[in-house]
């Protein structure tokens, strides 16, 4: 069983920056590709950022790609996501997921292993 716990979540001002962190249990997060998603009450769970087994390959929803970034250390088994310039849009919930493949992708069905969030809110 994969446990992913995320952390880093919290308030900040229009312009400001956070690190949201994920950290798997598990001895094969190396073999498997990580993503970043968001979600507002009442919307769609939205793509944000994955990164392929090895941190070669990366993806951006266009709504973040500049401000973004995904990385991974596979030594302390952890995820992160550097939010720079954050915008009022970008309050959601914030969640890891550990990708069924190698290979980063969009599609949140790919994915098979869930953190339960974490609350990032952007004030204007």
């Known amino acids: 069983q994969v446990q992913l716990v995320e952390s880093g979540g919290g308030l900040v001002q229009a312009g400001g920056s956070l690190r949201l962190s994920c950290a798997a249990s598990?001895?094969?997060?190396?073999?498997?590709?990580m993503g970043w998603f968001r979600q507002v009450p009442g919307k769609e769970r939205e793509f944000v950022a994955a990164?392929?087994?090895?941190?070669?390959?990366?993806l951006y929803a266009d709504s973040v790609k500049g401000r973004f970034t995904i990385s991974r250390d596979n030594s302390k088994n952890t995820v992160y996501l550097q939010m720079n310039s954050l915008k009022f849009e970008d309050t959601a919930i914030y969640y890891c997921?550990?990708?069924?493949?190698?290979?980063?992708?969009?599609?949140?069905?790919?994915?098979?292993?869930w953190g339960q969030g974490t609350q990032v809110t952007v004030s204007s």
């Open positions: 997921a550990r990708c069924g493949t190698a290979w980063a992708l969009p599609d949140p069905d790919k994915y098979d292993y």
């Open positions: 598990g001895r094969t997060f190396s073999n498997y590709a």
């Open positions: 990164l392929s087994w090895g941190g070669a390959s990366t």
